[in-house]
């Protein structure tokens, strides 16, 4: 059974960095594109960042792009979200996720697997 558990949130002030990691369990990695959503209270969860099987292809929710980074090392089992000049509205809780068919695409159903979440807070 696959399993995915997220680590590296926490509370930093705006314009500070974090990189949240993602590791997956139980499965064969390199076949599952990956992806990072989040949700904040009150709202629906949105896609933040997906990748590719073997790491080419990145998409990124407009208003994260030139901030934050999605990478992954396949030999570790883990997939990554490098997110720099942090604003409060990225204030949610973080969650990874795989999709076994390697679409990475942006809408949440197509993610077969999910971890359990990490909370990020941006306070300014």
């Known amino acids: 059974q696959v399993h995915l558990v997220e680590s590296g949130g926490g509370s930093v002030q705006t314009g500070g960095s974090l990189r949240l990691s993602c590791t997956v369990s139980g499965g064969t990695f390199s076949k599952y594109a990956m992806a990072w959503f989040r949700q904040a209270p009150g709202k629906q969860r949105e896609f933040v960042a997906s990748i590719s099987r073997g790491g080419l292809a990145t998409n990124y929710l407009d208003s994260v792009k030139g901030r934050f980074t999605i990478s992954r090392e396949n030999d570790k089992n883990t997939v990554y979200l490098q997110m720099d000049s942090l604003k409060p509205e990225d204030t949610a809780e973080y969650y990874c996720?795989?999709?076994?068919?390697?679409?990475?695409?942006?809408?949440?159903?197509?993610?077969?697997?999910w971890g359990p979440g990490i909370q990020v807070t941006v306070s300014s």
């Open positions: 996720a795989a999709d076994f068919l390697g679409t990475a695409i942006e809408l949440p159903v197509y993610y077969e697997i």
